[in-house]
């Protein structure tokens, strides 16, 4: 969701997506976990709550957080 691991940017980027799956009617996501501190809980709280609350939504699968580190920019 972020190449350089912004959190803000991914936010952003999540939540449009799930508005766009939403639309789509998709029914099985899978998402990596991201670190569960500050804006990080955030994103995977409203990923928790989309499989919950999307009556099409067959399953919802959170990753564990992977160990690969972000490029940071040169």
């Known amino acids: 969701l972020s190449p350089s691991g912004d959190m803000r ?5 999540l939540f449009a997506l799930l508005h766009e799956l939403d639309q789509s009617g998709s ?3 899978h ?3 991201v670190p ?5 809980r955030a994103i995977n709280d409203r990923l928790y ?3 919950k ?6 399953e919802i699968r959170l990753l564990p957080q ?3 580190t972000p490029a940071t920019p040169q």
């Open 36 to 40: 569960d501190d500050g804006l990080g």
């Open 27 to 29: 029914a099985i996501i």
């Open 66 to 68: 992977s160990s690969v």
């Open 9 to 13: 940017e991914a936010a952003s980027r």
């Open 49 to 51: 709550l989309t499989g």
């Open 53 to 58: 609350n999307w009556e099409h939504l067959y």
């Open 31 to 33: 998402a990596e976990r």
